[in-house]
């Protein structure tokens, strides 16, 4: 079935474990595997719910449910991203945190914006044109769990090197967390111009 691992791969690089894992540092850091696991799995299953209806509806969601347009929300998820970019400029890794909000909302918090953004719904619904409902769904669901596992996976090994050379990893993070920046600022942009031109395209 080459459609349907394709579209599972296809989530999985456009969720990015490795740099969702930089989006989490401060959660990655302070939290024990076990409540990572669970915080993730629940992250993960709020994004299932959003990916399938996209996946199974396509982007008639935003027409006539919403009743606005993809080139909109694309454009927000920008804005939201640059602002997180110039956070993590500013403050480093504790810049997610302070963006984040209440504990006890976590999982909600992961799930949007950081796994459901204008790239991921996109590729459910690309998702959904290509293989059957179910088929979709069944996709989604592997992606999604191949990113959880492989964050899971990136938090062990981090436990492991902290352990013996917790100076070095603390200096470590904080660089990579504020390098990220730029990374993130330029997709921000990206995503901006790319709404720009759907919306001037559909104009």
């Known amino acids: ?17 490795f740099l969702l894992s930089i989006y989490l540092l401060d959660l990655v850091q302070k939290l024990t595997p076990g409540s990572l696991a669970k915080v993730l799995s629940r992250a ?16 008639a969601i935003f027409a006539r449910v919403l009743h606005v347009r993809f080139a909109a929300f694309q454009i927000f ?19 997610i945190g302070s963006l984040r909000g209440e504990t006890r909302h976590l999982a909600g ?10 790239g991921t719904i996109g590729a459910s619904i690309v998702i959904g044109s290509r293989l059957s409902a179910v ?27 902290k ?16 390098a990220s920046a730029l990374f993130i600022g330029t997709i921000s942009v990206e995503m901006i111009l790319q709404g720009v031109d759907l919306w001037l395209g559909r104009a």
């Open 109 to 118: 918090a992961i799930a949007m914006p950081f796994m459901i953004g204008p």
């Open 1 to 17: 079935m080459p459609a349907f691992v394709e579209s599972a791969t296809l989530l999985f690089v456009l969720l990015n474990p």
């Open 77 to 95: 998820g920008g804005v939201l991203f640059l602002v997180i970019a110039v956070r993590f400029v500013q403050l480093g890794v504790g810049a």
């Open 44 to 59: 993960a299953l709020i994004s299932l719910l959003a990916f399938s209806a996209f996946a199974v509806a396509g982007d």
């Open 163 to 178: 352990e013996r050379n917790e100076p070095l990893v603390e200096r470590y993070i904080e660089i990579v967390g504020r």
């Open 135 to 161: 088929l979709a769904v069944a996709a989604v669901a592997a992606g999604l769990a191949a990113t959880v596992a492989t964050v899971f996976v990136l938090k062990l090994l981090h436990d492991y090197v």
